[in-house]
């Protein structure tokens, strides 16, 4: 039924909560706020703000990097203005060299690669980032193309996203077209926008979802393909 798997790659293949706490961890340790738990679970709040208005719209991505630092060190009475940018740069810098997988990642790529499907990425995040701790795991070599929505000048859940992705594949027929993600705002949104089918990658949560099709964790997409 389905020919093209469009994989989210935070926290469904690449294991972003993982990376993000140690990336910061080593970010802020070196910097005027240092690192605990608090500011960890602060920081976390208000990165998911920050990239839900990049969803909708309302900020720029090269805004969200500076600003949601911005907002942190002002939170614990600090000059953001100051000390934001810089943070910003060193945490994308640690960021890029975090390369932790989802489990059974690369065995469901490899799997699904093998049965002839067409494994491509569709992610929101930062070029450099992206790129860097793509190139540097075992899952690369399954993946024909990664759409990155910097370099697209649109994000996920925009239907123009979408349109972009089956345009360079060069079909256009959505119902060949499988979204997979854990964002129910970003992949799952974009998917309905997109007129394609979707699962939601729930990573052991209950969750509600306006997904075709529901899966704990990656395996359990052998039941779908």
Not at 116 to 138: A, D, F, H, W
Request: aromatic share 10%; charged share 25%; with cysteine.
């Amino acid at each position: 039924m389905y020919k093209y798997l469009l994989f989210d790659a935070d926290n469904t293949l690449l294991d972003f909560d993982t990376a993000e706490k140690q990336a910061l961890r080593e970010t802020l340790s070196a910097s005027p706020l240092g690192f605990s738990d608090e500011i960890h679970s602060r920081y976390h709040i208000i990165n998911d703000n920050e990239w839900k208005r990049l969803e909708r719209g309302e900020t720029t991505r090269e805004k969200l990097a500076v600003e949601r630092f911005v907002r942190l060190y002002d939170e614990f009475g600090m000059d953001g203005n100051e000390y934001g940018a810089a943070t910003a740069k060193q945490y994308t810098d640690n960021l890029a060299h975090q390369y932790q997988l989802m489990p059974n990642a690369e065995k469901v790529l490899d799997t699904l690669s093998r049965m002839g499907y067409k494994i491509y990425i569709v992610t929101n995040g930062i070029t450099k980032v992206q790129k860097s701790r793509m190139k540097n795991t075992p899952l690369e070599k399954f993946v024909l193309h990664s759409f990155i929505s910097q370099e697209m000048g649109c994000a996920k859940p925009s239907p123009v996203f979408f349109d972009k992705v089956t345009e360079y594949i060069g079909d256009g027929d959505k119902s060949k077209y499988l979204v997979i993600g854990d964002s129910e705002t970003g992949d799952i949104a974009g998917a309905v926008n997109a007129g394609m089918d979707s699962v939601r990658v729930t990573n052991g949560r209950d969750v509600q979802t306006a997904a075709t099709y529901t899966v704990r964790e990656l395996t359990e997409l052998y039941n779908i393909l």
